[in-house]
């Protein structure tokens, strides 16, 4: 499994980005993908999951109402819509996927996540 994430960048504060991380793999569908965060100096964040075929998602309080995760399971792909940027959001963005889950599996715990990807940077200004 290979997961690539691209799409950031720098951004005035109130502004968009979308990030996608697109995956290898014939079995996404049935996988929990999620994005993390990591802010310089500050340890890796749970930002937002989404479960096999999106039926249920789940966001950190900082971002609830400002970020949405999605996925299109036709293009093996994850994304993670972000609107309202504060400069706190400033971080590298990692997306991961889970393979092997259950119904009760804490999707905000990083040692669900089997594959992660190459990180993606955001930077956001005053």
């Known amino acids: 499994v290979q997961l690539q994430a691209s799409g950031g960048g720098s951004v005035q504060a109130g502004g968009s980005l979308r990030l996608s991380c697109a995956a290898s793999g014939r079995t996404f569908n049935n996988w929990v993908m999620g994005w993390f965060r990591q802010a310089p100096g500050k340890e890796r964040e749970f930002v937002a999951a989404?479960?096999?075929?999106?039926?249920?998602?789940r966001s950190t309080d900082s971002v609830e109402g400002r970020f949405t995760i999605s996925r299109d399971n036709a293009k093996n792909t994850v994304y993670l819509q972000m609107n309202s940027l504060k400069p706190e959001d400033t971080a590298v963005y990692y997306c991961?996927?889970?393979?092997?889950?259950?119904?009760?599996?804490?999707?905000?715990?990083?040692?669900?996540?089997?594959?992660w990807g190459q990180g993606t940077l955001v930077t956001v200004s005053s």
């Open positions: 989404i479960r096999r075929f999106g039926a249920r998602t």
């Open positions: 991961a996927a889970g393979t092997y889950y259950s119904g009760t599996s804490d999707v905000t715990s990083p040692p669900l996540y089997d594959y």
